[in-house]
């Protein structure tokens, strides 16, 4: 049984950083692509990022490319994301995801989930 686990949510002012951690147990951690997403009140759960088993593989939805950072370490099974100059329009609630496909960004095809951790980001 697969089990995810995040940390490091929270609130920060736009303009800011804050990294994201996941933690799998239950299973090995290098036979699963990883991914993160994210839903905001009322709107749908949508793709953040994700990276392939042998971490070359690396797809971002447009709206993070080039402030977000989707990266693991194997020995730790752990997935972050690192996020900076965050705006108010990242606000929500992010999940992390295992899967086999990094560039699936259809929430639905992902098998484990996290609970999910807040990240606010004030104006």
């Known amino acids: 049984q697969v089990q995810l686990v995040e940390s490091g949510g929270g609130l920060v002012q736009a303009g800011g950083s804050l990294r994201l951690s996941c933690a799998l147990s239950g299973r090995t951690f290098s036979r699963y692509t990883m991914g993160w997403f994210r839903q905001a009140p009322g709107k749908e759960r949508e793709f953040v990022a994700a990276?392939?088993?042998?971490?070359?593989?690396?797809n971002y939805a447009d709206s993070v490319k080039g402030r977000f950072t989707i990266s693991k370490d194997n020995s730790k099974n752990t997935v972050y994301l690192q996020m900076n100059s965050l705006k108010p329009e990242d606000t929500a609630v992010y999940f992390c995801?295992?899967?086999?496909?990094?560039?699936?960004?259809?929430?639905?095809?992902?098998?484990?989930w996290g609970q999910g951790t807040q990240v606010t980001v004030s104006s």
């Open positions: 995801a295992a899967g086999s496909n990094p560039f699936s960004t259809d929430w639905t095809s992902w098998g484990y």
């Open positions: 990276i392939s088993r042998s971490g070359g593989s690396i």
